[in-house]
T-cell receptor, first 114, second 115 residues
Framework: AQSVAQPEDQVNVAEGNPLTVKCTYS??????LFWYVQYPNRGLQFLLK??????LVKGSYGFEAEFNKSQTSFHLKKPSALVSDSALYFC????????????FGTGTRLQVFP | NAGVTQTPKFQVLKTGQSMTLQCAQD?????MSWYRQDPGMGLRLIHY???????DQGEVPNGYNVSRSTTEDFPLRLLSAAPSQTSVYFC??????????????FGPGTRLTVL
């Protein structure tokens, strides 16, 4: 079955430290990968995506993600966390070119402490 | 651009009642979809549409109906509300290029409680 896993329900990090939010996927074919962020009582906002090309993708608010085909991972990273980065982060995959559907992970809550 | 708009923001229903959640977008997106978000389960696809007059089922379609009479609007109907449909509902839309969807953009959500 096609799926996305976010193994950590919550990630805690001190402000100024680097952060990583993990995502692994299991799909057949070449995946299209996305990260979204959800602030309290708001909809999801698009952060970045990987379609093809360079494995390191840069997105909004200083976030980046690295596509690793051999490890089937797409971890979200930021070199220096801000308190304002505290939110719920979702990884999603579109399992190939010929489908419109997005499969979402269960989400990881990022808490950045001052 | 207003983007993707949803109404209402909040709704409380009694079991057995019906209602329609409204979704509209002003970006001329071909693709529109409905998700529900439940704690610990991420977002699950209910129904989607690749253009006016075309709809299809997602992962959890039971108890919901959709129609797409215009490009802009994609309402979600709950036929007979059940407590299991208590959730936050999100509408999303995107362009379709070369027969495939681009980045999806989400509305602010509707928080539904069924008593």
């Amino acid at each position: 079955a096609q799926s996305v896993a976010q193994p950590e329900d919550q990630v805690n990090v001190a402000e100024g430290n680097p952060l990583t939010v993990k995502c692994t996927y299991s799909v057949s074919g070449n995946p299209y990968l996305f990260w979204y962020v959800q602030y309290p009582n708001r909809g999801l906002q698009f952060l970045l995506k990987y379609i093809t090309g360079d494995n390191l993708v840069k997105g909004s608010y200083g976030f980046e993600a690295e596509f690793n085909k051999s490890q089937t991972s797409f971890h979200l990273k930021k070199p220096s966390a801000l308190v304002s980065d505290s939110a719920l982060y979702f990884c999603a995959v579109r399992p190939g070119y010929n489908t419109d559907k997005l499969i979402f992970g269960t989400g990881t809550r990022l808490q950045v402490f001052p | 651009n207003a983007g993707v708009t949803q109404t209402p923001k909040f709704q409380v229903l009694k079991t057995g009642q019906s209602m329609t959640l409204q979704c509209a977008q002003d970006m001329n997106h071909e693709y529109m979809s409905w998700y529900r978000q439940d704690p610990g389960m991420g977002l699950r696809l209910i129904h989607y549409s690749v253009g006016a007059g075309i709809t299809d089922q997602g992962e959890v379609p039971n108890g919901y109906n959709v129609s797409r009479s215009t490009t802009e609007d994609f309402p979600l109907r709950l036929l007979s509300a059940a407590p299991s449909q208590t959730s936050v509902y999100f509408c999303a839309s995107s362009y379709r290029t070369s027969g495939s969807t681009d980045t999806q953009y989400f509305g602010p959500g509707t928080r539904l409680t069924v008593l």
